[in-house]
Each structure stands twice: as C-alpha cells, then as structure tokens.
C-alpha cells in the first residue's frame, strides 16, 4: 500500500505541475493587460510598460512560469532587484520556498493570501460536510426503513427540492429572512475561535455551512437509501435476522457499510472541492475564504493568485482521491492495493 | 475618475419588475417622499456611541498615495488622513469646493502664475504615534508617487506638473535625482514650497481632493508591503494599525489628535468608534439595504454607502422612506462618437437628436436612479454651464430633425452603427432604448456588449465601434479633470492607444483652449476657458450627455446629523454624522 502511495502522489505532483502549465497558458492567451490594470487609471503607455517590466509580464509567459517554479523550490525576492535589497531591504518582499507567486493587486504573497483564507473555507466545509453527511445517512437510513411510506417520499422529495435550489438562492433566502426579517440568528459575519470561542465559531458558520448542506443533502439522502435497501435484501441479512440480530445492529453494522464505499467516495470528492472554497456560498456571506479570493483574483487579472488557488484546489482534489483510494481497502476487505 | 459602468449598474439588475413594483406602491411612495435633496436629517448629532458603515465593495488599497476611489477619499479625508487642505462640509456646492486649511495654517500662496504654492504646516499637529508632522513628511509622501513601478495604481498628476525630470522615487533615486527632487518641493522648517513645470491654478482643489500629496513618515515606509498599513494623523486610528481589504476595520479615537488644531467646518469627529464592515459580494447592495430597511439592533446605528437598488424602491415607504435621500452623484454617463468611423458631424448631431433621454433615464431605473445630463460636466463641478449643443434637445428626443440632419448629411441611409456598450442588465436596456429612436431616424444599429475587457478595447484606435458608452467622474471638482483627460489627445495618443479619448478625438481649437484653462491663475478664468471648451466639444459631438447618476440613499434610524455634501463627492459625509446614545 505504501508503494502504491508514494506511486498516486508522485502522479498527483506532475499533475498540478501540468495545471500551472495550463493556467499560464490560458491567462495570457486572454486579450487582457494586467500591467494595465495594475498601473492605475491615468497612466501614459511609458508608465504601463514600466509596470510591466516591474512586474515581469514583460518575459514570455514560459518564461515567467519558470519563475514561478523557481519560487516554489528556492523562494523568491519581489521586486527581483539586487540594487533594492542592497540599499532599501525593506521594501523588497522576501517569499520563502515554497513560493507561490506575489500578488499585486493584493500586494501580498500568494501563499499569505491563501493562509489567510483557507482557514475560513476549511471551517465552512467542516461544519458543513457534519450537517450534511450526518443528515443525508441518518434520513437515507429512515427512508429506507419506511420505504414506500409518506415520510420516505416526503424526506426524497423535500432534500431534492432543496438540491433544485442554487446555492445563492438559499443563501439569500436565509440571511433575508433567518436572519434580517425573522431575526431568529444575527447577521452571519465569520469569527475565528481565537475571535468567539468554539460556540461564536460555530454560530458564524451555521447559516453558510447550513447552505451548502442543504445542497449536498439530497444526493447522500438517496445514495444511503438504495444501498441500505439493497443490503436489506440481501441473503447475509436475512441471516442476521434469522440469528435474532436487533434491527439496529443490523442496520448499522451490517447494511450500512455496503453504503459506506460510495459515500466514502462521494464525502472525499465534495469535501476536497469545497476546501477549495464554495465560491458561490463564500461571496453570498461575504465570507472571505478561498472562494472570494478565487472570485477576485479572476476579475482583476491576478495570475499569481490564480495560479496558488488552482495548486492549492488541485492538491485537495488529488490527496482527497487517494485517501478515498486507500479507504476502500479498509473499508471493503475485497479490495486489495498495490 | 473613470467608472465601472458594471458595478455601477450592478444595483439596477432588476430595474424592470423593480419599477413595476414602484408602480404597484406608488400610492405611497407619490406622496411620501425623500427628503429634499442634500437636506441634513436624522436628528441633531451628538459625540459618542458607535457608527456602523456598511460598505459593499473592497478598496484597492490604504496607502495614501495610491487611494484613488471617491468614497475612500472622502472618508479617510475625515476620519484618518488630513491633507494641508480639505474641503468643508457643507451642502452648497460652491462652499463645498472651497478648499479650508487643514494641516497647514492657511489654503496656500501661489507665485505670479500659479506655478509654485507655498504652504506653512501648523505647529504641534502629530501622527498617532505621537511624533510631529514635518514638512518631510509631506515631501516624502509626495515622492512616493514617482515610485509607481514598485506601489502600483492611484492618482498620478504631480508626475506631469511637478518640476523634475526622470525621479524614479525615493527608494531608487540616487543622490543627484534626490537632490532635484528636494528643489521641487522646498522645505523650509515648516514651510513648504511646491514648484511646478507650469501653472497648476487648481492645486490647492486637488490636494483637498486626493490623497497623494498627503504627507507619509518615511521610517514607516515599507513599499508595496505598506499598501493596507495605516498610520493615522487624524481623529480616529484604525485598530490593529491594518486595513482588511475585504473585512474593513474598527476605527476608534486618536489619543494623539488635538481637536483644537483642527477645524470643525472638516471634521466633527461624533462617534466613539466607527466600524466599517465590508461586503465584497455581489448581492451586497441588496443584503445591506435590507439591514437597514429592517433597522434592527445595531443596524439602527449603521450608514450603508451603496445607493438603494430599484429592486427595493417598493419597500421605501412610510417610516423608512423619512430615513431616506435623494441627491445627485457627481457621477455623468455619456456617449463618444468614434472620429476615426463616424466622420461626419451631422451623422452625429443626428445621433444627439434621436436620442429618448427619458427612456434613458427610466431604463437606468427611474427618477430615483438618474436624471437627465445637459453636460459632461457635473452640475456638483464648479463653473458648470449647460452645454448649448445638448442643452435644448427634447426629452423624448427629435426623430424628424435627426432624419432632416442624417440626410442633410449627403450619408446614404440606413446608415451603420456599431454601438459598444459594457454589458449589464441595465446597459442591454438602455441601449435597446437607443436603438429604437436612432433606427426609426435612418440608422440601422448593431448592437455590441462587451463585458470584462470594455475599456481596453474601447480605448484602441483600430477598434470597429462607432459609438460608445463610458461614464466618468471629477477628480476633484473643477473639469480641469474632466475634459483634458477624456478629449485633449496629447495625454491621451500613442500608437496604440487613444486612452480615456475612447473617441479619438483630436482638436487643435480645443487643445488651444486647454492650454489657456490650464495656464489660468485663477479658477474663475480658468472655468471661462473650459466653458468655451465645453461648447466647442458640443458642436462636434465629441460626446452626447445621457445622465446622471441619482444616490438614493438610506440611514438607521438612530443616525443622526446625516448629511451627503459635495465635499464627500455626495457620500454620506462622515465628517459631521453622529449616533444617538
């Protein structure tokens, strides 16, 4: 199993390499001028070159990518002036390896911009990925159980008319009425622990995370159900049953884990794409994790951020299918990996 | 200042069924409605309590020398960044942009022609570390502008008025490009003289206005690192010493300001603390609104800065519509005839004619979301005169006399119009407002939204546009910041760009009366020459007005002396707002 890891990440490694590669590509095949941008708004064609040279979009775009690679093994200094670090250290931004870029719309390193992000999109999909893994198995197994019954149509069919909502509309739907209207919670606004304690962390997270639950709900609910009914018919159950098992133990011991592989897989996909941040939910709350970034950084041109995000996503979605790989062989004794 | 003609749109994305809604509540609303515009309400203002400010979009950055947004101006001119100059609050537009000393004892001595200004700093004014602000600190902070290859973005004119040449800043200049620099601005104990390349008449109305000549203390300087690093001169400190770009800050009182060396006509400096809660989301204008519509709990004490969304005109009724204002923006929208395509003049006078102004103005959302233009130049600017090209058009426009001007024109018809517009809910409308009127006059009109990139491909000279969108806002209010920037072509022209002259025209005439606006020693001269500038830009349709922007805005209800005046570019002044204990 070892070597099988080492095997994915290594393949996991070119891959994110190859989406550097990509997003390099594409950003300047795009008709835009972030040096432009970056200049201001009443800069003559001598300034904005000047920018440019100052933040080497002047070099090919393989070049600048070379830079970045750079960056990543031994750090970068930005600006990449020897005279400036030589007479005024101070002003130049050192970036330790792992470097991911600078960005100059932020005027920040991309890897500062993304710590302070990530542990916002972390907290929204952790307390979401518990709203919505705890309710889709627990009414997947309860719909199965009364299989055919009202209260299992009603659960199939009320999680799926919340699926039918996009994420945005939920979100406004709850801050307008929850929270302004109805005043039933305060206006969401993201605290730290260190800011409110475990309690405020999870209040500020209750109606974002509450969102994008509402959202996954519905697929969990319906996978939980057919696998469980499919393993309640199954010959190994009805052995079970025949050796006077509780319906609980039966249920949760022996029918559920049949339901366990495609939920590892499902809860190891969206919880990697939701670390990556929820862009939609994010901007709805105004919350600002990776989301937000990701949102900003494509509409000001900010390649360096970009192409932190897209490693950093890429990093979560990669890890996220190996750790589901390796799950399989402990949760199902048939698998073996090597 | 150009503007983003989609974030300023954004609000309106459901100006249609909103305006039907308004229209269902008209009951209400047609006898209920907002205060007279620039009226002060809300109470008489008293010192203490906390200010909410809810905001709905980041600032790019809170370094004094590369803030460029208007509402940031403005409130930082307050709160934190007192210039040598401000301007007072007040809501006569005249006394509005009236620059007062500020930091310095005085609004400033020109020489003979305007070319150099001397101002002396107060004695005892400090930083909020409590150290003395020197008239290096003003010279430093001046310097940093050149930098712009290392702190990027802003407001640049001191780079072309400012008289030095090849300066790279202070943190590459050599010995010999410092000392030049140190000619050009004079520092004399407290006194400091700034020498110009050529008259600057209106100096004192852009350092009131901007805040790149503001002084920095230079052992706090760490460059492009310093861009959300605040160090305060004025009666609030921002908590932590660090703005968040996307989250705002907590402002509280300056233990080292001294009221006494400060005049109340700038700042009345009421609230204990002012928070700033930033919402960058794209739904932020209308969640804030609802908050404050809702005027719950904190809410009560909260000033929102966006302008109320024509999705929420119905619920501007009753109680809340008297915590409600309606003002115009210093904000105008226009069109821009390509010269290069649309070469003759009675092709475009037949363009102005056409136009249904009013359909314009109820497409962009109504009575309360814009007003009809007469001029590019904003009523709020001083010197402003209606332009007399523009100034007699019909409201719903004039398809016979643009039929009469596109055939006296000898063009053969339909004639092809290529309009290019950034796309928006709202812009789609207004330009199918303009496509009905010119295509029943003899035009036959193309439709062109274009979306992230508008004003890079607006701004280049091979480009297939005919006509095109663009708004567009003083700098600071003289239209010395408006009419050179969008149609001298000097500052605009090189081979690949016609920059913000997005029409690419060009007028020795005009020019001619740039220089004579620009080499004026008094403002009053120099507006007579603008006018004349104005007027000549009328008769080529360089531009065809459209409107101006209304701010409707809204306030909790324990708000108190809220006011938007001129001088904060007709924000919510936060210079003179209070709350209720």
Known sequence: MFAYAVRRLGIGAVLLLSLTLVTYFLFFAVPSDPAKQACGKNCNEEQIEQTRVALGYDKPWIAQWGDFMTGLVKGRDFPADEELRANNPNIVTHCAAPCMGFSFVNQQTVNEILSGAFPISASIAVVALVFWVTGGVLFGILAAMTKGSFLDRGLVGLTLIAYAFPSFFIGKFLITYVSIKWGWVEYPAYLSIEEGGVSGWLSSLFLPALTLALLFLAGYVRITRSYVLESLSEDYIRTAKAKGLSQRTMIFKHALRAALTPLVTMIGLDFAGLLGGAIITENVFAYNGLGVVALQSFTSDDLPTMVGLVILIGSFVILANIIVDILYAVIDPRVRLG | MRINVKRMLAASAAATLAIGLAGCGGGDSGSDEPNAEGSSAGGEAVAGGTLYYLQHYPFES????????????????????????????????????????????????????????????????????????????????????????????????????????????????????????????????????????????????????????????????????????????????????????????????????????????????????????????????????????????????????????????????????????????????????????????????????????????????????????????????????????????????????????????????????????????????????????????????????????????????????????????????????????????????????????????????????????????????????????????????????????????????????????????????????????
């Open chain 2, 62 to 581: 809170a370094d004094p020398q590369r803030i460029y947004y208007g509402l940031e101006l403005a409130n930082f001119r307050r709160l934190i960044y007192r210039g040598l100059v401000g301007f007072p609050i007040s809501e006569d537009p005249n006394e509005a942009a009236t620059p007062v000393a500020d930091l310095a004892t005085d609004t400033g001595t020109p020489n003979e022609d305007a070319s150099s200004w001397t101002f002396t700093i107060k004695d005892g004014v400090t930083w909020e570390d409590g150290s003395a602000i020197t008239c290096e600190d003003f010279r430093y902070g001046a310097s940093r502008v050149f930098a712009n290859d290392l702190i990027t973005g802003g407001p640049n004119y001191i780079l072309s008025y400012l008289d030095v040449k090849n300066y790279p800043g202070p943190y590459k200049a050599n010995d010999k490009q410092q000392a030049a620099f140190d000619q050009a601005i004079e520092c004399d104990g407290n006194t400091i003289t700034y020498n110009f390349n050529k008259p600057w008449a209106d100096f004192p109305l852009a350092v009131a206005s901007l805040t790149m000549m503001d002084p920095y203390k230079e052992s706090v300087d760490q460059g492009a690192k310093s861009t959300w690093q605040v160090l305060s001169n004025g009666p609030y400190i921002v908590e932590g010493g660090k703005w968040a770009k996307n989250k705002g800050a907590t402002l509280v009182r300056n233990e080292n300001y001294d009221a006494s060396l400060d005049d109340p006509v700038l700042r009345q400096a009421l609230p204990d603390v002012i928070e700033y809660q930033i919402n960058p989301s794209e739904t932020s204008v209308e969640l804030i609104i609802d908050r404050v519509i809702a005027d719950a709990g904190n809410d009560q004490y909260a000033v929102p800065a966006p302008t109320i969304p024509p999705t929420r005109y119905s619920q501007i009724v009753g109680p809340v519509k008297d915590r409600s204002v309606l003002v115009d923006s210093p904000y105008n929208f226009y069109l821009v005839p390509n010269f290069d395509r649309v070469t003759n003049v009675d092709v475009r006078r037949a363009l102005a004619a056409a136009i249904d102004l009013e359909g314009v103005v109820k497409a962009r959302g109504g009575e309360f979301a814009a007003a009809r233009a007469k001029s590019i130049w904003n009523t709020g600017v001083g010197g402003y005169v209606d332009n007399p090209a523009f100034a007699d058009l019909p409201d719903n426009g004039d398809i016979e006399l643009a039929k009469q001007l596109l055939a006296d024109s000898g063009e053969a018809t339909p004639y092809p119009i290529n309009f290019t517009y950034s796309q928006s809910d709202t812009t789609d409308k207004i330009a199918a407002v303009l496509k009905e009127n010119w295509d029943a006059a003899g035009f036959d009109v193309t439709l062109d939204p274009l979306t992230d990139t508008y004003y890079d491909v607006i701004s280049k000279p091979e480009k297939t546009s005919d006509v095109m969108f663009a708004g567009w806002g003083a700098d600071w209010p003289s239209a010395m910041t408006v009419l050179p920037p969008l149609f001298d072509s000097r500052p605009n022209f090189s081979s690949t760009t016609c920059g913000n002259n997005y029409g690419c025209y060009q007028s020795d005439a005009f020019e001619a009366l740039v220089d004579q606006a620009a080499n004026a020693t008094d403002i009053d001269e120099q507006n007579g020459f603008l006018q004349e500038a104005d007027a000549l830009l009328g008769e080529d349709v360089a531009y065809i007005p459209l409107y101006l922007n209304k701010f409707y805005m809204l306030r909790g209800s324990k708000v108190t002396g809220y006011m938007n005046t001129p001088s904060s570019s007709m924000n919510p002044d936060l210079g003179a707002i209070g709350v209720e204990q």
